[in-house]
């Protein structure tokens, strides 16, 4: 039997090691366009490879945003505890981390991929560098009364090759300098099947407000956030850390926020777009009578200054200018002494701290993504084997199915998990 995988991310490696250990006997090949494997996890977890998340099984379904029901079979099959018992009997030793993040030991994400080409140079798979598949090969032949479509081989920019089951593991359409380019769902529409539309996530926000220019490196911790849309229904809401970076907002909960406003703000029908606000609360451990005293308590401390010049226990240095600027928008004199504050001023202080709003202008690009959101339709794969539907020995593996996960670790579970799943059914039917 031949086997064919193409492409060399954390996915197709995990698939062409499965399918050469589950059946020995077939002949498995891995095509990777790029001049080494998985270039992609030379980047992730800032180069140290969050290759996995050590939260119990049973929870780490939980971190998927699209489909996550469709992945039961797949996680079930191959766990994040074999992810990591894998690793760790093939050298590469791994450590948790804060949110249970796990990481080798060496801090290098090299060490995940030196570690996988061990086991598919172990275990026999022909890897194939430098070469790009450029389009499937399926025929047809009556079945009783229906007809069944089936792969027969692929053409690369090297040739042609005869193959008996393919994988595909192209990845998305995110950081296309790493080659994942987005072929598979090429692929996956010339074999009839659907793709669902695309869309960059785990991603920055852009925001419309010029204010954002004078708040570039500020980190913001522990507030909290909602996005609503013009009808001021919450779309989404987080708590945790929120980072201003070049005239844009990232950090964990804009990232996590990113994947459920993605489509609202890139979708191509003009009909699903929303105008989206985001809402900051920089204080949302304390109840407004909490933060009427706070506020009080400060004005003591500062009360021979303005009320520009007492703010500074209360936020970031770099936030205060930007904060006063809206503040006297909303009609506060803030040169007036603390002492003379009205209650109403003092008001307008606590609600802009609880609505520090800014207006959502759109997403970072695939350049910039994590991920990829949307892609091969999950409706036209058995969960079970995470073959086509629709043609017999035509697999998907990894980021080019649509399903993405939230950050720590469950983007690479997710192709480690569809990767095994896909190669052992390949190898085994
Ligand atoms: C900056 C960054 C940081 C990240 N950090 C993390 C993290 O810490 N933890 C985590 O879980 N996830 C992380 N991710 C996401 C994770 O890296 C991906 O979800 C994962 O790599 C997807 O694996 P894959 O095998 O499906 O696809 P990919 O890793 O994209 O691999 C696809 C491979 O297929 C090859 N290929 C494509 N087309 C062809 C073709 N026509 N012929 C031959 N070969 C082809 C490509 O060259 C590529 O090597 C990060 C992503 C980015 C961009």
Avoid at 225 to 248: H, P, R, S, T, W
Avoid at 399 to 424: C, I, K, R
């Amino acid at each position: 039997m031949k086997i064919v995988v193409i492409g060399g991310g954390p996915a197709g490696m995990m698939a062409a090691y499965a399918a050469k250990s589950e059946n020995p006997e077939a002949q498995v090949t891995l095509l990777e366009k790029n001049e080494k494997l998985g270039k992609k996890i030379f980047i992730t977890g800032k180069g140290r490879g969050n290759l996995t998340n050590a939260c119990n099984t049973e929870d780490l379904l939980e971190h998927y945003v699209t489909n996550p029901r469709f992945l039961y079979s797949a996680i079930y099959d191959f766990t994040n505890k074999d992810v990591i018992k894998l690793m760790e009997k093939g050298g590469c030793r791994v450590k948790i981390e804060r949110g249970d993040r796990v990481f080798p030991v060496s801090d290098h994400a090299y060490s995940i991929t030196d570690c996988l080409k061990r086991y598919l140079k172990k275990s026999g798979v022909n890897i194939v560098y430098n070469t790009c598949v450029k389009s499937l090969l399926i025929s047809e032949k009556k079945d009783s009364d229906q007809i069944l479509r089936y792969v027969t081989g692929l053409e690369t920019d090297k040739g042609h090759l005869n193959a008996d089951r393919i994988i595909v593991a192209t990845g998305g359409l995110s950081y296309p300098s790493t080659g994942s380019t987005g072929d598979g769902y090429r692929f996956a529409e010339s074999a009839g099947m659907q793709v669902t539309e695309c869309f960059p996530s785990l991603v920055s926000l852009d925001v419309h407000e010029e204010d954002i220019r004078m708040l570039r490196g500020l980190k913001l911790k522990n507030i909290s956030i909602e996005i609503k849309d013009e009808q001021g229904k919450v779309v989404y809401q987080d708590f945790g850390d929120l980072d201003f970076i070049n005239q844009a907002l990232s950090g964990p909960v804009i990232l996590s926020a990113s994947t459920h406003v993605t489509r609202f703000l890139n979708a191509k029908d003009p009909k699903q777009h929303k105008i989206l606000t985001l809402h900051i609360n920089l204080k949302p451990a304390l109840t407004d009578r909490q933060l009427d005293e706070r506020l009080l308590r400060d004005f003591n401390t500062y009360r021979n200054k303005e009320l520009r010049n007492a703010l500074s226990d209360l936020l970031p240095a770099t936030l205060i200018p930007v904060f006063l600027k809206r503040l006297e928008k909303t009609g506060v004199d803030i040169n007036q002494k603390v002492t003379v504050v009205s209650k109403e001023s003092r008001k307008k202080l606590l609600d802009l701290l609880r609505n520090f709003t800014y207006t959502i202008a759109g997403t970072g690009n695939f350049r910039e993504a994590i991920v990829t959101q949307g892609g091969v339709s999950v409706k036209e794969i058995n969960p079970r084997t995470m073959e086509s539907k629709k043609v017999q020995g035509l697999y998907f593996a990894g980021e080019v199915l649509d399903v993405d996960g939230y950050t720590g670790g469950f983007n690479m579970q997710m192709a480690f998990s569809t990767g095994h799943l896909a190669g052992v059914s390949a190898a085994k039917a």
